[in-house]
């Protein structure tokens, strides 16, 4: 089950068209250990040419997001050990482009100090990012997420002492 602001997603087909995916953080509950990671909505599947003619049919569908854990090999360890209940998984961002979906998954993961934290299991941060990619994010955005992020770092620290 996905989260958005604390209250479970299922949006239908017609409602996901708007996007092309999501930045989200997966919560391992029994040590409050985290993941960031992004995910594509849809998928890109190839058909055979119709009846004479070559070129290949090209149509999206849409992706396995519903059922995604991430790409992390702990994680996918951790769950076949515990299961998925013993994990919260929330969507941070949709986003509308490739470029803006790997730009704000580097950003939560670099603001959030990912890699250099232990309660992460985010072990690379990578990206490959034109400007001309990103033009709808906005600084402002991007100052609620550090406001939203420093708050919540103050708190866990407040936590551990």
Not at 21 to 42: A, C, P, R
Not at 70 to 90: A, D, P
Not at 91 to 115: D, K, N, P, V
Request: net charge positive.
């Amino acid at each position: 089950m996905w989260y958005y602001k604390d209250k479970v997603y299922n949006p239908s087909e017609e409602e996901l068209k708007e996007w092309i995916g999501f930045v989200y953080i997966i919560t391992d509950l029994s040590t409050n250990k985290k993941y960031i990671g992004k995910k594509l909505f849809w998928s890109k599947k190839t058909l055979p040419p119709l009846k004479g003619k070559k070129r290949k049919r090209r149509s999206l569908i849409i992706s396995d997001w519903q059922k995604y854990y991430g790409s992390s090999e702990t994680v996918k360890e951790l769950l076949k050990e515990h299961g998925t209940e013993n994990f919260r998984r929330e969507i941070l961002h949709f986003c509308e482009t490739r470029g803006q979906l790997g730009y704000m998954e580097l950003y939560e993961q670099i603001s959030r100090h990912a890699l250099l934290r232990d309660d992460y299991y985010n072990g690379i941060v990578q990206a490959r990012i034109h400007h001309s990619h990103i033009k709808k994010i906005t600084v402002e955005q991007l100052i609620d997420i550090n406001e939203h992020n420093a708050k919540q770092l103050k708190e866990e620290l407040n936590d551990i002492s």
